[in-house]
């Protein structure tokens, strides 16, 4: 079955530190990864996602992430953090359940990412 | 641009009432999804559906039913609403399949006392 771990409960930082945002996953096949972020009292809004080709992957906000086949990994970066960039971060595969086509996401935890001045 | 509204934010009901959260996308999707969210555990796939009046149980469908009369329009259904779904609710919808972006509304907040 798939599963996605986000190891980080709650990453704290300064504002212009560089960021990094852990991702694993369990999927036999290839996998559709997401990132969402969701900011206090808001829905979710799709950072970037993967499902094929350049395995660095530009999204919007200036947030990057790298699928790492070898690691099972997705991890989501930024070089520098600004304080509109604190909220929860939410990674997520997606797949075809049970052989349909209806695609479904399984979500990770989360991450809350606090900026300090 | 794409938008899913919620027909409430924050909502208080009594333990063994009847809960209705309604759902509404304006980008003509197929797909409708209700989550719930929870600290710690992310969001869960509570049932989504993939045309009107056709549904799929998601992951953890016990306690809520939907209802999905019209393409806009996705019911999430609290038939006797209990303490352990004090929650907040999320649903989303997305136009294709596995590899496509969900457009997530936001939210309501249900307490049940």
């Known amino acids: 079955a798939q599963s996605v771990t986000q190891p980080d409960i709650h990453i704290t930082v300064s504002e212009g530190a560089s960021l990094e945002l852990r991702c694993n996953y369990s999927?036999?096949?290839?996998?559709?990864l997401f990132w969402y972020v969701q900011s206090p009292g808001q829905g979710l809004q799709l950072l970037l996602k993967?499902?094929?080709?350049?395995?660095l992957v530009q999204g919007i906000k200036g947030f990057e992430a790298e699928f790492k086949r070898s690691q099972s990994s997705f991890n989501l970066r930024k070089p520098s953090v600004h304080w509109s960039d604190a909220a929860e971060y939410f990674c997520?595969?997606?797949?075809?359940?049970?052989?349909?086509?209806?695609?479904?996401?399984?979500f990770g935890q989360g991450t809350i990412l606090t900026v300090h001045p | 641009d794409v938008k899913v509204t919620q027909s409430s934010r924050y909502l208080v009901k009594r333990t063994g009432e009847k809960v209705f959260l309604e759902c509404v996308q304006d980008?003509?999707?197929?797909?409708m999804f209700w989550y719930r969210q929870d600290p710690g555990l992310g969001l869960r796939l509570i049932y989504f559906?993939?045309?009107?009046?056709?549904?799929e149980k998601g992951d953890i469908p016990e306690g809520y039913s939907v209802s999905r009369e019209k393409k806009e329009r996705f019911s999430l259904i609290l038939e006797s609403a209990s303490t352990n779904q004090t929650s907040m609710y999320l649903c989303?919808?997305?136009?294709?399949?596995?590899?496509?972006?969900?457009?997530f509304g936001p939210g309501t907040r249900l307490t049940v006392t």
């Open positions: 997520a595969v997606g797949y075809n359940a049970g052989g349909t086509s209806y695609g479904k996401l399984t």
């Open positions: 559906s993939y045309d009107v009046k056709m549904k």
């Open positions: 993967y499902f094929s080709g350049d395995t």
């Open positions: 999927y036999g096949a290839t996998p559709y």
């Open positions: 989303a919808s997305r136009i294709g399949g596995a590899s496509s972006e969900q457009y």
């Open positions: 980008m003509d999707h197929e797909n």
